[in-house]
Nanobody, 116 residues
Framework: QVQLVESGGGLVQAGGSLRLSCAASGISFSIRPMDWYRHFPGKQRELVAAITSGGSINYADSVKGRFTISRDNAKKTVYLQMNSLKPDDTAVYYC??????????WGKGTLVTVSS
């Protein structure tokens, strides 16, 4: 069974930093693209950052220059380093991938709250 478990969320002041982690199990992690999404109340989830198996990376315009996605295939973990956090970054952050059948797999999410 594919499972994604996020950690690292919490409360931080504006301008601060957090590092999110997503540990994967039940998949061939090294060949899977991995993404971070976030969900604002009342809105659809939005893609924050994505990293392919080959290491190609994309970011949402709103986080470019502040967030960094990375992966450690040996640990089957993907990270999201978030710097210069703003109150507008407050959201639930989700880890995402697709299994071999193309089915979406989501973690349960971790809450990030940025106070002004």
């Amino acid at each position: 069974q594919v499972q994604l478990v996020e950690s690292g969320g919490g409360l931080v002041q504006a301008g601060g930093s957090l590092r999110l982690s997503c540990a994967a199990s039940g998949i061939s992690f090294s060949i899977r693209p991995m993404d971070w999404y976030r969900h604002f109340p009342g809105k659809q989830r939005e893609l924050v950052a994505a990293i392919t198996s080959g290491g190609s990376i994309n970011y949402a315009d709103s986080v470019k220059g502040r967030f960094t996605i990375s992966r450690d295939n040996a640990k089957k973990t993907v990270y999201l380093q978030m710097n210069s956090l703003k109150p507008d970054d407050t959201a639930v952050y989700y880890c995402h991938t697709r299994d071999l059948y193309g089915t979406d797999v989501w973690g349960k999410g971790t809450l990030v709250t940025v106070s002004s």
